[in-house]
């Protein structure tokens, strides 16, 4: 085998190391046989296995989950492809109310050894409805378990871990690290479910990524480091089971922590893993948490108040964070908001959409008046020219903070045209003051 290996083809590999391991190992989905799969990752399992273990199926989502819940139930072990994660709404009563319940309504007398396997995540303009990270979907439903590899030698090893369990496991495969190449995994290689891997090693900040945000927070991290900045980068690999006792272990080194997440702001993983950090984390560096997500168009009105706990600065372009553009980040076009699209400015008002918390601990040691701040940060933010997520954003956020040359904050830079007026310069104070405490942290 190839010491180097594509993460598409690393599915194959995994799964064909599961099927010759395992007679009772059967695939499903649609175009999963001689097609090899629409982003060819079954491709030669149907010459290996043959149509009595890779099973084409009619375009229904229902259909591939009911069967494979019914095979599971007989003795088999299935891997069922759903194409795309958005489809996961076409066959939800399976993942939320069948699948997960049936070990616990039958006190662990039945269980469901199913594999869920699709391809989730945006930036690759597959359009409004094959561009979603749903991962929160699947998290918000007890007894699913959720593996979400990042590099190939982990896919080989999560899938082999899944296959095995004997609890449904939603199995995402991120459409943007289809192309990415890494090393093979070795012979037998299993990679325990709820298990993080530290992916670099850190001192002086905290980065939890999932997939796609796994190699882009190592690029931030590659970044920070030529400035002196010591980034330790955690690769979660699942959600379910949740491994926060590494990311705690590395907070208590670094007393900082920034998650990094495609899902929406509401109602991601990425608030799960801050919450606990906000809970015991012991208030390491006043539990200043930086939380960056993908963009919604529910969190353009972030700045009106409704959201109380932290500021949101939105770092993704269009809605759902994939290319900028229409809904859910088609590249280029009207979003839902007319300068959504990729390369739009972003307006003053939403440049200054910024607040402090009501409740916290005074700010003691601010530029200019005090400010109140809440227990930890919730950010998510978008830059001017609203074109993409990228590095260089995440290490200006981490390593800036905002804060400018000198200490001081200039309010043009966050209200386009400020010419020092009382309300303008006081939005651009709170969006400083917000980020004060996590300068701070840095010592800058």
Not at 51 to 74: K, N, V
Not at 179 to 208: F, M, N, Q
Not at 379 to 399: A, K, M, Y
């Amino acid at each position: 085998m190839a010491d180097v290996i594509t993460y598409r083809e690393a599915v194959a590999e995994g799964l064909a190391r599961e099927l010759r391991r395992d007679p009772s190992v059967v695939c499903l989905g649609e175009d999963i046989g001689a097609a090899g799969g629409v982003f060819k990752t079954t491709a030669g399992l149907f010459d290996e296995f043959g149509r009595e273990r890779i099973w084409d199926t009619p375009i229904s989502e229902q259909a591939i989950l009911g069967a494979a819940m019914g095979a599971a139930l007989t003795g088999l072990r299935p891997v069922a492809e759903i194409m795309f994660s958005d489809f996961f709404a076409c066959c939800w009563d399976y993942l939320a109310n069948e699948m997960p319940k049936l070990r616990y309504m039958t006190g662990g007398q039945v269980t469901v050894p199913v594999v869920v396997r699709t391809a989730n995540g945006g930036g690759l303009g597959f359009g409004a409805q094959h561009s979603q990270a749903v991962e929160n979907w699947a998290l918000a439903v007890p007894g699913l378990k959720i593996a979400a590899p990042s590099t190939p030698a982990d896919v080989v090893g999560l899938m082999a871990a899944a296959i095995r369990s004997d609890d449904p496991v939603v199995f995402f495969e991120h459409k943007g690290l289809f192309a990415s190449k890494g090393p093979a995994a070795p012979p037998g290689h299993v990679v325990e479910l709820g298990r993080a891997a530290v992916v670099r090693a850190g001192s002086d900040v905290t980065i939890v990524a999932l997939a796609a945000t796994v190699p882009l927070a190592l690029s931030a991290a590659q970044r920070l480091a030529s400035e002196g900045i010591s980034a330790e980068v955690i690769d979660l690999r699942c959600l379910v089971p949740l491994d926060m006792a590494t990311v705690l272990a590395s907070v208590a080194r670094t007393s900082r922590l920034l998650v990094v997440e495609e899902n929406p702001y509401q109602g991601g993983w990425g608030a799960t893993v801050a919450s606990i950090v906000a809970d015991e984390g012991n208030g390491v560096c006043g539990t200043s948490v930086l939380h960056i997500t993908a963009n919604t168009e529910d969190d353009w009105n972030i700045g009106n108040g409704r959201y109380n706990n932290g500021v949101a600065i939105h770092l993704v372009g269009g809605p759902m964070g994939n290319d900028g553009g229409g809904p859910a980040g088609n590249d280029g076009g009207a979003g839902f908001r007319p300068d959504a699209g990729r390369g739009g400015q972003m307006p003053a008002a939403d440049a200054a959409s910024f607040y402090e918390t009501d409740g916290g601990t005074a700010c003691t040691n601010c530029h200019g008046p005090t400010a109140t701040m809440g227990p930890y940060r919730t950010v998510s933010h978008t830059p001017e020219q609203t074109g993409g997520f990228s590095d260089t954003d995440l290490q200006n956020i981490i390593w800036n903070g905002l804060v400018p040359d000198g200490g001081y904050f200039d309010p043009s830079v966050l209200v386009p045209g400020c010419d020092g007026g009382a309300t303008c310069t006081a939005q651009a104070r709170n969006a400083w003051h917000a980020f004060h405490r996590w300068t701070q942290c840095f010592g800058t």
